[in-house]
Each structure stands twice: as structure tokens, then as C-alpha cells.
């Protein structure tokens, strides 16, 4: 039996990504990379299973940032997540795979739902949110990267009340940013650093 359960995710093909621009590290031009994944014929969903020993496609990970009044919203991974490989880590990110709600893949009505969703499945929060998409991440030098590419969706929050709707979800709280780019920049998972790096360079 698959350790998925069947799970469908959201690929692209990574000669799509490689037209656009293969890189290693982060881009701050998402809106071309989403607009070049989401043309028709190219997006389409995988059994995660397959997907997570094919380095030939990239499973897109909605990976959301949360700000109020410059600090950024970090927590640490418990051994209660899924994800074994990023466990006893810290991150930035909400979020995760998208799965089918509906709709076809290419359609950005799908995409953003499958967003709104994952963010929802991990943490609660109040007030208004002014969210912008952000950045493109992606490390090909671990195993976990080499099958993934971020999507950064970055939301700057009118309040600080966030609470966390999973036990994995650990120490959750808003952190100056000057923290996490010093104590706690080594115990990052790669692609919080990335943020952090992003982050203070704008």
C-alpha cells in the first residue's frame, strides 16, 4: 500500500521549469513561472507516490509566509508530521501540495483554492490579510528539494492572532527577523533560510 493513501498532487514537468528559467536558490518572479506551469496541457496531477521518485517533475508546494509589523510568523516540525525528512526543523512556511478540488489543472481558480485550503488545514488567524505573490524557490541539491518547487505567497497581517490547527505545528509565533536570520538560522529547513535570505535583502 502507497505511504500516500492514493494522494494526487499538482506536478509540472521539469523541462516546463527549465523553460522559464532553471535555477537554485530563489526568483522574485513568480507570476511568470505560475503563468508558464498553468497554460493548459502543462499542470497536471500525480500519484505522489510515483511523484516523489521522479526527479523529472516538480510537485508545486504552496509555501506561505506570514508578516505583522516585520516580524514573521515560525514554528518547529514535531515528529507528529508527515514529513520525516524536515522533522525537528524550523520553517516559515504554511501550506504544502495541492490536490484536486475540482476544476483541471491549469485553471488558477483551482490552484489558489488548493491554496486557501492547505493554509486552512494548518493554522487559523484573524483580521485582514494583504497577500502577494512572492517568490519561486527551489534547491536541487537535497533529495527533498530535487522533487519540489516552492511557490512563496507572502500575507501581511493586520493582527498577530495566529493559532495553529496541527500538533506538528510546534512554538508557533511571530519572530523578529534579526532571530531568525541569527540563532535560529541554522536549525532552518532550506527553504525558510532561502526566505530569510529574500527577506532581508528586500
Not at 50 to 74: D, M, N, T, W
Not at 88 to 113: C, F, M, Q, R
Not at 117 to 138: C, H, K, W
Request: with cysteine.
Amino acid at each position: 500500500m502507497s505511504r500516500y493513501n492514493g494522494e494526487q498532487v499538482l506536478v509540472v514537468p521539469r523541462e516546463a521549469f527549465e523553460a522559464v528559467g532553471a535555477f537554485n536558490g530563489v526568483r522574485l518572479n513568480p507570476q511568470e513561472y505560475l503563468n508558464a506551469f498553468l497554460k493548459p496541457g502543462v499542470a497536471h496531477f500525480m500519484d505522489r507516490e510515483l511523484a516523489e521518485q521522479s526527479p523529472q517533475f516538480k510537485q508545486i508546494i504552496a509555501y506561505a509566509i506570514f508578516c505583522h509589523k516585520g516580524r514573521v510568523l515560525a514554528y518547529s516540525r514535531t515528529a507528529k508530521g508527515n514529513e520525516t525528512r524536515l522533522h525537528d526543523k524550523w520553517s516559515l512556511g504554511i501550506g504544502g501540495h495541492i490536490n484536486p478540488i475540482g476544476g483541471v489543472a491549469e485553471n488558477i481558480s483551482t490552484y489558489l483554492a488548493g491554496v486557501e485550503r492547505e493554509i486552512r488545514e494548518e493554522i487559523t488567524f484573524s483580521g485582514d490579510a494583504q497577500q502577494q505573490l512572492y517568490a519561486v524557490i527551489n534547491d536541487d541539491t537535497n533529495e527533498v528539494g530535487s522533487v519540489h518547487l516552492g511557490i512563496v505567497h507572502r500575507f501581511d497581517l493586520d493582527s498577530e492572532e495566529v493559532r495553529s490547527n496541527e500538533k506538528a505545528l510546534a512554538n508557533l509565533g511571530f519572530r523578529d527577523l534579526e532571530e531568525l536570520a541569527g540563532p535560529l538560522y541554522e536549525k532552518l529547513e532550506t527553504w525558510s533560510a532561502i526566505c530569510v535570505d529574500a527577506l532581508q535583502q528586500k
